[in-house]
C-alpha cells in the first residue's frame, strides 16, 4: 500500500505556467495540453466580477480582491487537481505571496516563470482582439510584478514557434 501512495504522488503533477501578460502562458499551456497529455487551466476564469469591472475601468486590484480571488483558484486547483493526473495552470500570480499560499498548500507545485522580450509581449497586447487588457492597463501590472524569489523554472517565448516551446519543456523536465 505504501508503494502505490508513493506513486500516486509521484505520478501527479502540478504546473503553474505565471508571467506577465504577454509573454505567452496560454500559448504555453495549449502545448502542454496538444503534447504533453496534460489538463490545461486558465486561471483567469475564477476572475471575480470585481476584478473584471477593475480590468474594464484600468483601475489596479487591491489586495483584498487579489486574495478572495486566489482562494477561488486555490480551490480551483485543488479540485481540478484529484481529477487530472498532469495538471497546467496559467495564471500572472503577480505577488510572490500568493505563489507561496500556493506551495504552502501543494508543495510539489512547479512553477514555471515564461519569459518575453518587452517589445515583443507588447505588440502581442496590441495586437489581441477581444482581450480585456490593454497596453497601459498591462504596464501597471508590470509595475505590481513581484520578481519571483521562489524555486522556479523559465520557459522564453521570443520566437512564437511550438517547437521551441516543446523543445524548452523537455530539457527542463517538467512534462
Not at 51 to 63: P, S
Not at 68 to 90: G, N, R
Not at 96 to 118: C, M
Request: charged share 30%; net charge positive; hydrophobic share 40%.
Amino acid at each position: 500500500r505504501l508503494f502505490l501512495f508513493y506513486n500516486i504522488i509521484f505520478y501527479m503533477s502540478l504546473v503553474i505556467l505565471f508571467g506577465l501578460p504577454g509573454t505567452g502562458k496560454t500559448f504555453v499551456g495549449n502545448i502542454f495540453k496538444k503534447y504533453f497529455d496534460s489538463y490545461f487551466y486558465d486561471g483567469d476564469n475564477d476572475l471575480t466580477e470585481e476584478m473584471k469591472q477593475a480590468i474594464k475601468v484600468q483601475r489596479v486590484f487591491t489586495d483584498q480582491m487579489r486574495d478572495i480571488f486566489f482562494q477561488k483558484l486555490i480551490k480551483s486547483i485543488q479540485k481540478l487537481k484529484s481529477k487530472h493526473k498532469k495538471l497546467v495552470v496559467a495564471q500572472t500570480f503577480i505577488k510572490e505571496r500568493y505563489r507561496v499560499s500556493l506551495i504552502n498548500k501543494i508543495p510539489e507545485t512547479k512553477f514555471v516563470l515564461i519569459e518575453t522580450k518587452t517589445s515583443i509581449r507588447e505588440k502581442r497586447l496590441t495586437e489581441r482582439i477581444n482581450y480585456p487588457l490593454d497596453l497601459e492597463y498591462a504596464r501597471k501590472m508590470e509595475i505590481n510584478f513581484d520578481k519571483p524569489a521562489i524555486n522556479h523554472l523559465v520557459i522564453t517565448n521570443n520566437i512564437d514557434g511550438v517547437d521551441d516551446i516543446k523543445k524548452q519543456i523537455n530539457e527542463l523536465n517538467i512534462q
